[in-house]
């Protein structure tokens, strides 16, 4: 697998390499691999400041250190969502300076108590409205399978990062798919946790009603459920905690969905994919159901309208509120907080409501199956422009974002958490996404599937990760 930031995290508790040296590795990639536009903000002193502070606290109390899971471990934050203290977040618009940086949000302290060293901020499309990570303000950001394609959206420059090897692991956000696209255009590991599992406050700037979730995009299954456990839980949020289920390893009922309708189809290399990947589960022992798109495409079209009217409302307010200038921002944007401030109050009940019922009938579903095995991208990574902001046309660009992720928005219209991670690659070398989904509390469930078929071997990382000892 070419390490993750476990294996990262044991050099540096062992002594093969400092907090020092890991970070100055992870900045030198940075600079090497500017051109896949990854990092919005970069802050070296920082980051090295962050290390030396960990190098000391080895020597000076090793218990402690030892018990800290990415003890020394360089990262990077998303430019959105947060906020990380001394991180300018400009939620990549032009309508906020990079001056300052907020307190910790208390997601942001609990990375610092894993033990991560902070030194930047990710690329992100302007106010998280894309599925490309392309900000009028720069950089763009590009799949480093391939410069010529989309590294996804909204945590595209964190999926960037990771995958090419400057950092092992990354914060995201992801309310509408954003870190599981990324995560599966880039070869990597994404979940979207239960809603409520993960804190946002004190502020609950990225709370978006509920359908946004923070964690980060990682390279191995193990990564992401050790940054699981460390960050959920206790999240003093509008939600009771999600209660966790235990790991029954007996034989679980897997249902399966490969059609994605004739609307948005998905390619023949992406079904088989996740085909394949039920063959494994049922070889070991599950219950396959076939699933049909007509079970889920009335789902589907009531969170894309939930999806598209809490953004637009959300973003309406942050304008007045914060007093924005909006006119600078990207036309997009500004047609996206025209729609926010002309959307009756009655549509916005309308499709809050609708949403619960997407919810609902998950649950119902989820009375015949265990988990759901479906796609997550209906195509390889699209080419760079493929979602342009330079237009006023809201309802083309939220067409374009389904048609290439049809089952994004469900799991964060309906709470339930979901799990991308690669199965294969295509003719192209680029990753065959999966998508994995189940009820909510159900992560060890998901994490469990997820690294027995990682455990097949089908997808091997490009990159090795910087400054970690081959």
Not at 50 to 69: G, I, N, T
Not at 230 to 235: A, D, N, P, T, V
Not at 263 to 283: Q, W
Request: charged residues 20%; negative net charge; glycine residues 10%.
């Amino acid at each position: 697998m070419r390490g993750d930031a476990t294996d990262l995290a044991a050099a540096i508790r062992h002594g093969s390499l400092s907090a020092a040296e890991a970070m100055q590795a992870s900045l030198e990639a940075a600079v090497l691999q500017e051109p896949l536009g990854a990092i919005a903000y970069l802050d070296a002193a920082m980051g090295l400041a962050l290390a030396d502070v960990c190098d000391s606290e080895r020597q000076s109390d090793p218990e402690r250190f030892a018990a800290l899971p990415f003890a020394g471990v360089p990262t990077l934050a998303k430019d959105l969502g947060g906020p990380f203290a001394g991180l300018p977040v400009t939620a990549g618009s032009r309508l906020f300076e990079r001056k300052g940086g907020e307190a910790d949000s208390d997601l942001a302290a609990r990375f610092r108590d894993a033990g991560f060293c902070l030194f930047g901020l990710t690329t992100s499309p302007e106010f998280g409205l894309s599925l490309a990570s392309e900000p009028a303000i720069g950089p763009v950001c590009r799949s480093p399978l391939d410069p010529a394609r989309t590294a996804g959206g909204s945590s595209g420059g964190a999926a960037a990062a990771v995958a090419a090897g400057i950092v092992a692991i990354a914060h995201a956000t992801d309310a509408g798919g954003s870190i599981r696209v990324p995560a599966a255009c880039c070869g990597l590991v994404g979940l979207k946790p239960t809603r409520g599992a993960i804190p946002g406050g004190p502020s609950f700037g990225n709370h978006l009603a509920g359908i946004a979730s923070e964690l980060a995009v990682c390279r191995s299954v193990r990564d992401t459920a050790l940054i699981f456990d460390r960050l959920s839980g206790k999240s003093r949020g509008p939600l009771p905690d999600p209660s966790r289920v235990d790991i029954d390893n007996g034989r679980w009922r897997i249902g399966l969905l490969v059609d994605t309708g004739s609307v948005y189809p998905t390619e023949g290399d992406r079904l088989a994919a996740v085909e394949a990947a039920a063959h494994t589960l049922e070889g070991d022992g599950h219950e396959i159901v076939p699933l049909s798109w007509a079970e889920f495409e009335l789902s589907v079209a009531a969170s894309g309208r939930a999806f598209a009217d809490i953004v637009s409302v959300n973003l309406a307010a942050l304008i007045e509120v914060a007093a924005l200038d909006e006119s600078r921002a990207e036309p997009l944007t500004q047609a996206f907080a025209a729609r926010g401030r002309t959307l009756p109050a009655t549509s916005l009940w309308n499709t809050l409501n609708e949403a619960v019922l997407v919810s609902h009938k998950l649950w119902a579903l989820f009375d015949r199956v265990d988990c759901i095995l479906m796609p997550m991208l209906s195509s390889a990574p699209l080419a760079i422009g493929s979602f342009p902001s330079d237009h006023a046309d809201t309802d083309l660009h939220l067409e374009r974002m389904t048609a290439f992720a049809p089952l994004a928005c469900l799991a964060n219209i309906s709470g339930f958490p979901a799990l991308t991670l690669p199965f294969g690659q295509d003719e192209r070398t680029m990753s065959l996404p999966v998508q994995l989904m189940a009820p909510m509390g159900h992560e060890p469930h998901l994490l469990s599937l997820a690294a027995r078929l990682e455990a097949e071997g089908r997808w091997q990382h490009r990159f090795p990760i910087a400054g970690l000892p081959s």
